[in-house]
């Protein structure tokens, strides 16, 4: 069993950057593919990144290419997403998910477990 406990969110300019952050209890984070969703009001929810359990590949959304970035610490048993660049079509509640695997993956379905969120607002 795994919980996931995201932080970070906030309200920022659109240009701006925030850095979420992803706390996982359970023993065995280490061997978690990690994940990174949002959702915005009205809207389905949708993969952003993700991450294998050795950090060594990593998947992202098209329109996030270039401007977040993924990462883990397995010590901390914690993921990051790395935000640049903000724009206010990103917006959303944002998700962090574990995933009972090596490899990143992208749809909702592959993953087991799953955080509240937290909220992400971009003025422009």
């Known amino acids: 069993q795994v919980q996931l406990v995201e932080s970070g969110g906030g309200l920022v300019q659109a240009g701006g950057s925030l850095r979420l952050s992803c706390a996982a209890s359970?023993?065995?984070?280490?061997?978690?593919?990690m994940g990174w969703f949002r959702q915005a009001p009205g809207k389905e929810r949708e993969f952003v990144a993700a991450?294998?359990?050795?950090?060594?590949?990593?998947r992202y959304t098209d329109s996030v290419k270039g401007r977040f970035t993924i990462s883990r610490d397995n010590a901390k048993k914690t993921v990051y997403l790395q935000m640049n660049g903000l724009k206010p079509e990103d917006t959303a509640v944002y998700y962090c998910?574990?995933?009972?695997?090596?490899?990143?993956?992208?749809?909702?379905?592959?993953?087991?477990?799953w955080g509240q969120g937290t909220q992400v607002a971009v003025s422009s």
């Open positions: 991450i294998s359990w050795t950090a060594g590949s990593t």
């Open positions: 998910a574990a995933r009972r695997a090596i490899l990143p993956a992208a749809t909702i379905r592959e993953y087991d477990y």
């Open positions: 359970g023993r065995t984070f280490s061997v978690y593919a």
